[in-house]
């Protein structure tokens, strides 16, 4: 298999919203270098990157697909990430090993949601791209629409590299600007095309655009900027070397029509990759840390240090652990041992794969900028850096988005938790998004994602991976009780039987604590009206009582008690009947001190395009939501942040979605417990005593 130095490498992610058709373009692209016999379809589930049983079930890509392909003696990496709102996470973390990516865009719907969130995480990475207007070919295609959907979105900045040649079922191929030529392909998808004159029917707006590209690579640089007002054009050479350097910059961002479908636009395309985008050794040395505060770099050469980073990690159930990863600079050697940096442990590597797909390719060695694959390593997780010991550095891991989505999970077979458990850590080594743990107060097992479809996907690949059924419902509310006022409470436990009796009395105070002050226990007795032996049995007693509550069986807490009385008997007296009294001295001060319940708050954050803000501020009033404020941010957006009751966001997910057309996202944390509105106590109480009671039936 042929090695490739750095300058001969291109890493490109394929970015967009959900349906534009990346995996179809990747797949034209693959054919179109000769790296596959046939191009794969979506429809069919013969596409190389989408080959998980989930993708090709549901036509969605669910995860980054890795592929590769020779072009004009480059190799180029093309990274195929998910539009969807749910998996964003798998395409930032393949931007951050990208150089460049291909904003891919559909040539009826033109700027969508994602296509916007997107772009900015490109921004984040400063990747120059190529903006694709893709599926030509269908019924209302336009690219001067999509055009100008782009221009409004992303600025002056984009402009097309190439014009189509018809839209629709006439899309026959594509006028190149910088060229000056047309590729008229045939229409049995095979790729082939004659290289003509533009033709006259697209020639005035050929030159219209092309006199516009050449006047924005002219701003781009003040040399050319000169020379452009000296003679009102740049030669073909200043046109191509300052329209690279504009683009690498990113100064500019060069628009291509294609349709992935038919094979058509996709040679100008691969042109544009191999003359515009960046090799790694364009990209510059990599930094990260040396350890102890020293910042360390890596220059993309194969005689600097061995780097090397982690992007993506595989659970396979039959291979193990797959590990993606990225070579930074040196060469990485299969058979090999390796420093883990992030962890500080040895890993012996095994054989390293390029991946085509699913289809692994053994090579001897990989340089610096390449994309590849090991299987089986031991420690190594996704952000992990892989160095040369003697030479250590560690890369800023991916920071993934906090989940939004929180469900109850249940094993539908008794018996099974364990099993669950040990599938869904293997799954959350491959998708660092997901989140388990389980509820102390509830008891339940929680998971959480980014959005419904992200857990429903979960359980599938539990289902059909690990043989695991579950249940999914909505969690639990964890609510909490607490008093308002303070009060004096009795217990007196006196029990006569054969033998030794039992018998116990204590007096207590009780009063409110602030909020998250949780339960505190005073010893005031004086005189030994208690043994000190049986004091703490007082205070279980009443600490096994408030995790029983008292308004509807939530935990008692943020209060004091302090015991300050009590009777004992020499012979009748124990700790369990200290206990006893302890607990029912709780139940009579309780019930004089005004007891109430509390309801987890959420901090909420949302960020939503500035024409929704409006109705989204309305949902969360009736949701009981508190404004905290609202501030623009880039790119049309308003971010609203609020206090809402957790109650009332189980399901604002898909709410979110209908209200603002999938526009809108959403993160939220636990921000602190507010008693909840005195209509409202009855209900809930009515609710947890019915479920009380349903669980002894069960019993």
Known sequence: MKVYETPHLRNVALIGHGGCGKTSLVSAMLFDMGAVNRMGRVDDGTTVTDFDPDEIERKISLQTGLAYGEWRKIKINLLDTPGYANFLAEARSAMRVADAALVVVDAVAGVEVQTQKVW????EFSLPRIVVVNRMDRERASFLRTLESLQAAFGRQVVPLAIPLGEEKGFVGVADLVADKADVYSDDASGKFQQVAVPPEVSEAANAWREKLVEMVAESNEDLIETFFDKGTLSQEDLVRGLRNAVLQGKLFPVVPTSSSRNVGLHPLLDAIVDLLPSPADRGAATGSAGAGKEASRLPAADAPLSAFVFKTIADPHAGRISLFRVYSGVLKADSTVHNTTRDVGERLGALELLQGKTQTPVPEMHAGDLGAVAKLKETQTGDTLADKAHPIAYAGVTFPEPATTFAIEPKTRGDDDKISHALHRLMEEDPV???SRDAQTHEMLLSGMGQLHIEVVVARLRKRYKVEVNLKKPKIPYRETIKSSAEGHG??????????????????????ARGGDFQFVDDIFGGSIPKNYIPAVEKGIQDARTKGFVAGYPMVDFQVELYDGQYHDVDSSEMAFKIAGSLAYKDAVAKCRPTLLEPVMKVEIAVPEEYAGAVMGDLSSRRGRPQGMEPRGGGLQVIRAEVPMSEMLAYDADLTSMTGGRGSYHMEMSHYDEVPSHLQEKIAASAR??????KEEE
């Not at 007196?492 to 604590?513: E, S, W, Y």
């Not at 019915?690 to 669980?695: I, L, V």
């Open 492 to 513: 007196r436990h006196k029990k006569q039987t054969g033998g030794h009796g039992q018998f116990a009395d204590c007096k207590i105070r009780m009063k409110p604590l």
């Open 690 to 695: 019915a479920e009380r009671g349903d669980a």
């Open 434 to 436: 997901l989140k388990l």
């Open 120 to 123: 900015g995480y490109a921004e």
